[in-house]
């Protein structure tokens, strides 16, 4: 199905973010805003990555400090956390657009901190799989009311800029995860340093709550619910005053618009445009994580293990991946200024899709030789390159902006819906894949991802330097056929 828009009429000059002008100051109050929000997405990337450090000593025999896990149960333990995320996502949406984007992250905070806990503390693989699913419940809830309240303060030029913050500070959380794995296991030689690599993220949970208490709730939404007077007040203490007038027109046209509208629900999906959008994003979700980014992300030391590695030279070597994906995150919220949001995606994934063709080559073509190993670790990392810089940067802001704002947060949890479960889908199969297939598993990401430029190619839309309800006008008026 393609939902493709035109592109802008005038291509913004340098040091301009997209909409053909300079980009205002981003006032030093929504950058603090940004900072606390966007601690959710450190936590998405911390419990997200920690699993790969953590998996090698569960492993081990429970006489050892472990769980003894086997590839099956290590599958399980992995995805019970992107189980979880995929049901959060659809749960957080419904409570972000009921209640508030605010609310909603606080309480997110809370699961965020009790699973963190629980899951340090599990005696067996039973509680640890309920401890990480109710983690997973706060990953998911995160994953699709963090970026849509940063989209929902941002004003339209610097919406790239500030919403990628969210996807730079979720490979910062996994970057701290392998590095704190990696410190933890030349520290301790028992089998119980996984406890401690789990329980970390406690700290951040409590800022993150913390943290809320001073943010204000998102101006859109509050507009969404009447509440005109409040969210002009917030939005005149994040924005400079030339630009408050025209985008409170724009707000309060698009509430009035939706005005006497019954709540937003499921039903809105026979309307066709929006039912268009909603599959677009859905199937934009599902193959983001057909990339197979986190058989990376979360398998990597089993991978590394794979090619001859030792257990702490792999958590060590891991940290390259941590390291890589930070900046190549940083080097995306650069381009997003300068560079098209579609060009950039399809950029991305032809080269991952080279990379993961080239990582399967060296398993199946190369002796089990230091060069392999060294030959994988390089093909990761050019993988994490494509996939961060460009693909993920992308996607989290695409869909943070294409809905519609009266069911936003329902649309954009339904697409993250996706985004889990297929992510669940393939960290549950990769480790008996792995250990049945070797590396010829990512022969398959490949084939897959060639279909996948295919489809970007077609359907992609352009999004760049407009508006949150300029979007909704344009696709309204585009996909209603």
Not at 353 to 364: E, G, K, R, Y
Not at 377 to 397: S, Y
């Amino acid at each position: 199905m393609a939902v493709r828009a035109d592109k802008p009429k005038a291509s913004a000059p340098a040091g301009a973010d997209g909409a053909g002008r300079t980009s205002p100051t981003v006032s030093r109050r929504l950058r603090v805003m940004t900072v606390i929000a966007t601690l959710g997405g450190l936590l998405f990337g911390y419990d997200t990555g920690v699993i790969s450090g953590a998996l090698p000593f569960m492993s081990r025999a429970a006489e050892e400090g472990g769980l003894g896990l086997t590839p099956v149960t290590e599958g399980v333990v992995a995805s019970s956390l992107v189980l979880g995320a995929a049901f959060g996502a659809v749960l957080g949406g419904r409570l972000a657009d009921r209640y508030g984007r605010k609310r909603t992250i606080l309480g997110l905070a809370a699961l965020f901190l009790i699973g963190a806990l629980g899951a340090g503390l599990a005696p067996d693989v039973t509680v640890m799989v309920l401890f990480r699913v109710l983690l997973g419940l706060a990953v998911g809830g995160a994953s699709a009311t963090v970026p849509v309240f940063i989209a929902e303060l941002a004003p339209a030029e610097m919406r790239g800029r500030l919403v990628t913050q969210n996807e730079l500070m979720i490979v910062v959380g996994q970057l701290l995860a392998y590095s704190s794995n990696a410190a933890i296991a030349h520290t301790s030689e028992s089998g119980g340093a996984w406890r401690w690599m789990l329980a970390l993220s406690a700290i951040p949970a409590v800022l993150l709550w913390c943290g809320m208490l001073f943010v204000p709730e998102s101006p859109r939404w509050l507009a969404s619910r009447g509440r005109l007077d409040e969210a002009a007040g917030i939005l005149a203490r994040v924005r400079d005053s030339h630009a408050l007038e025209a985008e409170l027109a724009e707000i309060r046209g698009r509430a009035a618009a939706d005005a006497g509208k019954a709540g937003a629900g499921w039903r809105d999906l026979r309307t066709p445009w929006i039912r268009r959008l909603v599959v677009f994003g859905f199937a934009l979700a599902v193959l983001t994580q057909l990339t197979g980014v986190n058989s990376i992300m979360y398998f990597a030391p089993t991978i590394l293990l794979d090619t001859g590695l030792g257990t702490q030279a792999a958590l060590t070597a891991t940290i390259a991946n941590g390291v890589v994906a930070v900046l190549a995150v940083a080097t995306g919220m650069w381009l997003l200024g300068r560079v098209g949001r579609r060009p950039m995606l399809l950029v991305g994934q032809v080269g991952v899709t080279v990379s993961l063709v080239l990582i399967a080559v060296c398993f199946l073509a190369l002796p089990d030789t230091p060069v392999r190993t060294y030959l994988v670790l390089a093909f990761m990392l050019t993988f994490l390159l494509f996939m961060q810089g460009c693909v993920a940067t992308v996607f989290w802001l695409m869909l943070s902006a294409i809905f519609p704002l009266r069911l936003r947060g329902i649309a954009m949890g339904t697409a993250v819906f996706g985004t889990w479960m297929a992510n669940f889908t393939v960290t549950l199969l990769f480790p008996p894949l792995m250990a049945a297939m070797g590396g010829a598993v990512f022969l398959i990401f490949g084939v897959i991802n060639l279909g996948t430029c295919v489809f970007y190619r077609r359907a992609v839309p352009e999004t760049r330097g407009r508006s949150m309800e300029a979007l909704e006008a344009h696709f309204r008026r585009e996909l209603a056929a």
